[in-house]
């Protein structure tokens, strides 16, 4: 059985970092799709960042983070790490860790098409 465990959320203030990490336990599947999402109160859960894996990756970014966020993984840990640089208030929401096992190297922002999920943790970002 996959769980997934998101840690880092907090509360900084506009301008600051933070870093979240996915602990992924459980077998997913040798290709797959490991993405970030965001939910603020009032609104759709939206993709944030998406890294596609086997072998080597690749990384998509929504518009709204590019240039801001990155993510990384660590192989031998099982984990993800997203990286949010220069936070906005508008950054303020709930981030979930998604997964799911596929040979599509685009990872897609379909919530839907996640099997595996986190329970999320917050960031806040005051301005």
Not at 8 to 32: H, T
Not at 35 to 43: E, L
Request: aromatic share 12%.
């Amino acid at each position: 059985q996959v769980q997934l465990v998101e840690s880092g959320g907090g509360s900084v203030q506009a301008g600051g970092s933070l870093r979240l990490s996915c602990a992924a336990s459980g077998y997913i599947g040798s290709s797959k799709c490991m993405s970030w999402f965001r939910q603020a109160p009032g609104k759709e859960r939206e993709g944030v960042i998406f890294i596609y894996t086997f072998g080597g990756s690749s990384v998509q970014y929504a518009d709204s983070v590019k240039g801001r966020f990155t993510i990384s993984l660590d192989n031998a840990k099982n984990t993800i790490f997203l990286q949010m640089n220069s936070l906005k208030p508008e950054d303020t929401a709930m981030y979930y860790c998604a997964a799911v096992s596929t040979w599509d190297t685009r990872c897609k922002s379909d919530p839907a098409w996640y099997k595996h999920w986190g329970q999320g943790t917050q960031v806040t970002v005051s301005s």
